[in-house]
Nanobody
């Protein structure tokens, strides 16, 4: 069984920074993709950023240059450094682990950016 535990959300003013963390536990295969999605009220869940176990990254156009995803394979942990936050970044952020055709989700952490 796989569990994802997120931390680091909160309230920040526009232009500020936050760092999200997500630790995975359980039966984790070495080849996987970890990422962050977000869902704002009334909107569909969307990909924010993803990183493979080999370090290849992918970002949504809206966060490129402001957010940085990284991971520590030894700890099965993924991070999302969010800088220059905007009110439009306000959403629940979900950690995702994809491996062998299965997707696992964290419980979500709220990020609120005030103007």
């Amino acid at each position: 069984q796989v569990q994802l535990v997120e931390s680091g959300g909160g309230l920040v003013q526009a232009g500020g920074s936050l760092r999200l963390s997500c630790a995975a536990s359980g039966s984790i295969f070495s080849s996987n993709v970890m990422g962050w999605y977000r869902q704002a009220p009334g909107k569909q869940r969307e990909l924010v950023a993803a990183i493979t176990s080999g370090g290849t990254t992918n970002y949504a156009a809206s966060v490129k240059g402001r957010f940085t995803i990284s991971r520590d394979n030894a700890k099965n942990t993924v991070y999302l450094q969010m800088n220059s936050l905007k009110p439009d970044d306000t959403a629940v952020y979900y950690c995702n682990l994809g491996m062998r055709s299965y997707n696992y989700w964290g419980q979500g952490t709220q990020v609120t950016v005030s103007s």
